[in-house]
């Protein structure tokens, strides 16, 4: 019992510490890298992430929150695997108030990421492509005015290139898993 107890426990310590809250840098870059896939079931796959940058209600000036969330992706935005990509920058709101005023709100926001980007990071200009949603793309649906629907979605514009699988074709003498098992 005392064993079982011991490897659980040193089991525990070695998968590390759970990660919670907000992405930083590293995870951002994972999710935006450029990537190769198989394509299989049709459509294009992209490289995306949501953040949770906030702003006041009804307003488009980042809060401390969000400048700290912009500060990781603006190093993430600096490092060698994203330096070459473009990115769309698009801003959610959720759907509290009239339509007309989300979309505007939305691409208000849009372009306050953007300019801190540009401004704090020295990233280019024409990397970063503002646009505003306002509430067409809710993140949960069924609560529209939830806190999750107001966001800022970051995709990586840059196409994502398809890779081939090339089989080895068996010997009459082999089965086609004799060859991938190397026998």
Not at 9 to 22: D, F, K, N, R, T
Not at 30 to 59: C, E, N, Q, W
């Amino acid at each position: 019992m005392k064993l079982k107890l011991f490897i659980g426990i040193a089991l525990i310590a070695l998968a590390g510490p759970v990660q919670a809250g907000e992405p930083d840098a590293n995870e951002i870059i994972r999710s935006l890298a450029p990537i190769t896939y198989l394509p299989v079931h049709g459509g294009k796959p992209y490289r995306a992430i949501d953040l949770a940058v906030t702003f006041s209600s009804g307003s488009a000036v980042l809060t401390p929150e969000a400048r700290q969330m912009l500060n990781q992706l603006g190093h993430a935005l600096q490092s060698a695997q994203l330096r070459s990509s473009r990115f769309e920058v698009a801003g959610h709101t959720d759907a509290s108030g009239s339509r007309q005023l989300n979309q505007a709100l939305s691409d208000k926001r849009a372009k306050a990421v953007v300019r801190y980007l540009t401004k704090r990071f020295g990233i280019e200009r024409s990397r970063l492509n503002a646009v505003g949603k306002g509430e067409n793309e809710l993140r949960d649906p069924l609560n529209p005015t939830a806190r999750i629907n107001r966001r800022v979605e970051i995709v990586n514009l840059t196409p994502v290139q398809p890779t081939e699988i090339r089989i080895k074709q068996a010997p009459s003498n082999k089965t086609a898993n004799d060859v991938l098992l190397g026998k």
